[in-house]
């Protein structure tokens, strides 16, 4: 197996490879200004605020230009336009325009760890979301945080998140991947918990961090077992990468349990991380406790980047989720392998489940959040159903969108006076007009209101695959009821919100400019976004698909379009017609219960405490472990510190026998010792008894056997 | 052997004894004169005139008076109470006894070797004086050193402390 | 026997003799007396060796016993002069009773 990879290296090695853009060897700057201006933040003291503030917003505006720049890279056109000449390698079986860079990091032995970044049409797209909406949420930060004593902290934080996340677009190794995913986690860690005097937001960051964490170690396992399998830890070398051709042969000939391929065992175990990244059911429970942390950390981290990381890893991974499936060489349409039909179904029932969900929320922030959790399903879906291009427009435009509604949400907290629970708001809709503005915006962006919003036509994208594809009709049905709970639930909230009268306390003000300037500039890039995604130009499918598309109306002339784009937008009026007609006029006061719970108060009830899936948990995991832990202290405190009692009983008993020891037989026969020496000595001092004729006896004596010695010695 | 011998041999051999064994100190003093005296007889009969002499001008005209003064001097003519012999004399006469046997044995077991009759030597006092101031020059010399060192020695020693020296 | 081999043998006997006496006797008079007899002993056996043995008109044996004899004379004054001190401050010459040296 490692030979015949071998073989293919060398014989893609004669090859000659053009020599690299320029911007494809410097693509490392774009995560490392960003995290090298982290590391600065974090030596500057809490005061310095303002040069914090300009060395984050600088550093990732540094990034933005330079992901342009990349983008720009990849453009035939803008390339054609400016003159230069388009060099980026396109290899024979894959018309998608990529640059690698890799580099050996440590030589193990004979395997090589390998580091390296990609530069191609998913992961610059990706990189220019990322910095754009990171640094307008960025500027937003600024007015939100101001009275935040930990100013500079947050700043540090925040930088490092978005390094890291850059980090894991570009990466082209399942190491540095895995390094800047871990990393990601970390700072969404740090920043949930940001309050963290605060119990709860410190139980939430936990909260995180533990489950994502369950996903992590499965999708380790996955990436462990990929590299074992594949011989390297690129993604794309040349023709030697895991997820290349050549690799992918080899796994799809592995079998693994329960009738899977390696290719397909791998994929579920990548899948299991990106679930729990991206808040799948059953790992979906720690994205509205999130919520704990500030609300640029919401819109940044738990809508619009780090849980799309999720999906992002999904599309960087899916020819390996593919493998297997019917394809034609270079479209990123997906024929169905195990993998896909799994993430498809999970993608599908979680969309449902937590827009049902989101439906009896009353904290504003939780809303959106459940909200998140039921578009990333769908994204999951779109990427299932329909392929990588499906599911990355509407990561694309749920991210602005998301964005902007977070950012809203924000604005309103903070004209409200940290008031996040909708029944006490109200009537915002005079008194912070341009929030209203914009958030409308984004609420009928994320309905998919028809043809002028861009949720509309990346969702429409979706439910198209759905409509096609040849396992089962349910996703689509269940795509379909959960655009109407989406329009439901959001018209609620607005209504709630922004019409009927103030609820509160003390009266709302609009946020300052700082704040609503961002929100504008979202709102328009959710309006817009939607041009590049029509069936009449679809050009973001062609550029990822490594095609130039031309704008064709035909393109609307598709069989099934009409009666899909029909039936989306009725559900849709569906929803947004029903919440008018419920919360619309008067929104009842915060003691009076809501209209619906009136009338199913079981199902309100059981929607409103989150379909107890939670207290599942608790019940089983957590009740486990606290069983386990238990156990354990019983075991430590009985067994272990009975053995460490007796260890200690046992020394202190020869500890005693030693002191006995000692005194009698050391001791005393030193003792006895030293008394039969002074007897010897007393002995031997008699014969000094101070006689003369004593003395004078033994001289003759003396003399008497030296004589005998002479003549003995003579005679002998 | 001549019985001369024998008799002068017995005569100094009884003195000898009769020094050791009486309790008398004084008698002892006069049985070891009779001692010198039978040694001088010896000495003449070895044709040592002048040793002979000698003997008896310094051994009992000096030496045997000299004793008899110490003797008298230090009360010697009270009998002691415990007795004249040490309690442990019989370690003493042991010891005695084994060196005879040594010395008797050497003498015996080398009588083979030993020279015996020879001619009689003539000596005169003028050889004796002759032999002393040139031969023996530098013994003489040393031995009237000596002799000087002993008397003003014996005369320090014995002589009586000055008063307030105690 | 030869007649050295007698004188000899007297002289050993006299200087067993006289051995016995120092070593035996309380009195430190008799001590000397002893040492005294022993001297007159060796002073026999080298008269007699210097008759019966060559040479003796060197004079050899004869002026050793006449040295001998001048040196036991000077010993047994500075010996009596001790004993008759000690005497003075023990007011004892009893060998027995004087172990102040002892240990």
Redesign the interface.
Same mark, same amino acid.
């Given at each position: 197996m490692q030979g015949d990879l071998l073989a293919l290296r060398n014989l893609f090695a004669d090859a000659p490879v053009p020599p690299q853009p320029w911007m494809v060897q410097r693509l490392w700057l774009i995560p490392a200004l960003p995290m090298v201006a982290s590391g600065i933040i974090s030596l500057l003291k809490q005061p310095r605020r303002r040069l914090a503030a300009g060395l984050a917003i600088g550093s990732l505006t540094f990034s933005l230009l330079l992901s342009l720049f990349a983008l720009g890279n990849m453009l035939d056109e803008l390339d054609a336009f400016l003159g230069f000449q388009h060099t980026f390698h396109v290899s024979f079986s894959d018309p998608v325009p990529r640059e690698v860079v890799n580099f050996t990091w440590i030589q193990v032995g004979t395997a090589n760890v390998d580091l390296g970044w990609v530069l191609d049409p998913l992961s610059a797209v990706m990189l220019v979301m990322v910095s754009f909406v990171g640094l307008l949420i960025f500027i937003y930060s600024i007015g939100y945080m101001e009275h935040d004593e930990n100013f500079t902290r947050f700043f540090c934080f925040m930088s490092l998140f978005a390094g890291a996340m850059l980090g894991v677009v570009i990466a082209n190794s399942v190491l540095l991947l895995f390094m800047c995913w871990e990393l990601v986690g970390l700072t969404s860690y740090l920043l949930i918990g940001y309050w963290y005097r605060k119990p709860a937001a410190a139980a939430a960051a936990k909260k995180a961090f533990l489950t994502t964490r369950v996903g992590d170690v499965l999708f380790l396992l996955g990436m462990v077992w990929l590299f074992s399998q594949s011989g390297t830890l690129l993604f794309y070398n040349h023709g030697a990468g895991s997820i290349e051709p050549a690799a992918l042969a080899g796994l799809l000939s592995q079998h693994a349990a329960l009738g899977l391929t390696a290719a397909g065992a791998i994929g579920l175990l990548i899948f299991a991380g990106a679930a729990g990244k991206s808040g799948q059911f059953p790992l979906h429970v720690w994205l509205p406790d999130a919520m704990e942390g500030p609300t640029p950390v919401s819109a940044l981290i738990h809508a619009a980047t780090m849980v799309a990381a999720g999906v992002y890893l999904i599309a960087r991974v899916y020819p390996l989720m593919a493998a297997g499936a019917l394809m034609q060489p270079g479209a990123l349409t997906g024929g169905t392998t195990t993998a896909l039909t799994v993430v498809t179904w999970v993608g599908a029932f979680t969309a449902v489940f937590a827009a049902l969900i989101a439906v009896a929320q009353n904290d504003i922030k939780r809303i959106l959040a459940y909200s998140t959790v039921s578009q990333l399903g769908y994204m999951m879906a779109g990427l299932g159903m329909g392929g990588v291009a499906v599911g990355m427009f509407h990561l694309i435009t749920h991210a602005f969108f998301k964005a902007l509604l977070f950012l809203g949400a924000g604005s309103v907290i903070h004209g409200c006076h940290d008031e996040q629970d909708i029944r006490r708001l109200g009537g915002l809709r005079a008194d912070m007009p341009l929030t209203f503005v914009t958030y409308a915006i984004g609420m009928l962006a994320l309905c998919g209101f028809p043809l002028v919003f861009s949720g509309f036509w990346s969702k429409d994208g979706i439910l198209d695959a759905a409509l096609h594809w040849n396992v089962a009709k349910a996703p689509f049905y269940m795509l379909l009821f959960g655009a109407l709970l989406t329009a439901f639930y959001m018209t609620r909230q607005v209504g709630y919100v922004f019409f009927g009268y103030w609820r509160g306390g003390k009266p709302a003000r609009e946020s300052p400019a700082v704040m609503t300037a961002p929100l504008a500039i979202l709102a328009f890039f959710a309006m817009a976004l939607g041009l590049i995604g029509t069936p009449a130009w679809p050009w973001f499918r062609g550029f990822l698909e490594g095609r130039t598309v031309g704008f064709d109306l035909n393109g609307f002339k598709e069989p099934d379009l009409a009666a899909l784009m029909g039936a989306s937008a009725l559900v849709v009026f569906l929803g947004l017609g029903l919440g008018a007609w419920l919360y619309g006029g008067n929104a009842p006061k915060p003691e009076e219960p809501d209209v619906l719970e009136r009338a199913t108060p079981t199902v309100w009830g059981w929607l409103r405490d989150r379909l107890y899936v939670d207290e599942i948990y608790g019940a089983t995991v957590i009740a486990f472990y606290a069983w386990w832990a238990r156990v354990a202290d019983w075991l430590d405190r009985r067994l272990w510190g009975g053995v460490v009692a007796g260890v200690g009983w046992a020394f202190g008993l020869w500890a005693r026998l030693n002191r006995l020891l000692d005194i009698y037989w050391v001791d005393g026969g030193f003792d006895k010792g030293c008394e039969e020496l002074a007897a010897a000595g007393g002995l031997l001092?008699r014969v000094?008894?101070?006689?003369?004729?004593?003395y004078?006896?033994i001289l *003759? $004596?003396a003399?008497?056997v030296l *004589? $005998?010695m002479l003549?003995w010695s003579s005679r002998s | 052997m001549s019985f001369a011998f024998y008799l002068v041999a017995g005569l100094t051999l009884a003195g000898g004894l009769a020094a050791v064994l009486l309790k008398n100190t004084v008698h002892c003093a006069l049985a070891l004169t009779v001692a010198f005296a039978g040694l001088a007889l010896l000495f003449l009969q070895l044709d040592a005139q002048f040793a002979g002499f000698a003997q008896i001008l310094v051994y009992i005209g000096a030496v045997a008076i000299l004793i008899v003064f110490a003797i008298l001097l230090t009360k010697g003519s009270e009998t002691p109470k415990d007795g004249v012999f040490?309690r442990?004399w019989l370690?003493?006469l042991a010891?005695?006894a084994?060196?005879f046997a040594?010395l008797g044995w050497?003498v015996l077991q080398s009588a083979h070797v030993l020279p015996h009759e020879m001619a009689v030597p003539q000596v005169t006092v003028l050889q004796i004086g002759n032999a002393l101031m040139g031969r023996y020059v530098l013994p003489l010399e040393i031995v009237a050193l000596l002799l000087t060192a002993a008397t003003i020695g014996a005369v320090i020693v014995a002589m009586h402390e000055k008063e307030g020296r105690k | 026997m030869t007649p050295l081999t007698a004188y000899l043998l007297v002289a050993a006997l006299l200087f067993a003799i006289g051995?016995a006496g120092?070593?035996?006797r309380r009195n430190a008079i008799l001590?000397l007396i002893g040492i005294e007899l022993m001297l007159n002993s060796a002073n026999l056996n080298l008269i007699a060796f210097w008759r019966y043995g060559p040479h003796p008109e060197a004079l050899t044996g004869m002026m050793f016993a006449i040295f001998s004899i001048a040196v036991a004379a000077a010993e047994a004054a500075v010996g009596l002069g001790l004993v008759i001190h000690i005497h003075r401050h023990a007011h004892t010459t009893d060998?027995?009773k004087?172990?102040?040296?002892?240990?």
């Open positions: 001092a000094q008894n101070g006689r003369v004729q004593t004078l006896r *003759a $004596l003399v008497v *004589a $005998l003549i | 040490s442990s370690a003493g010891v005695a084994a060196v040594i050497a | 051995l120092a070593l035996t001590v060998l027995d004087m172990n102040r040296m002892k240990g």
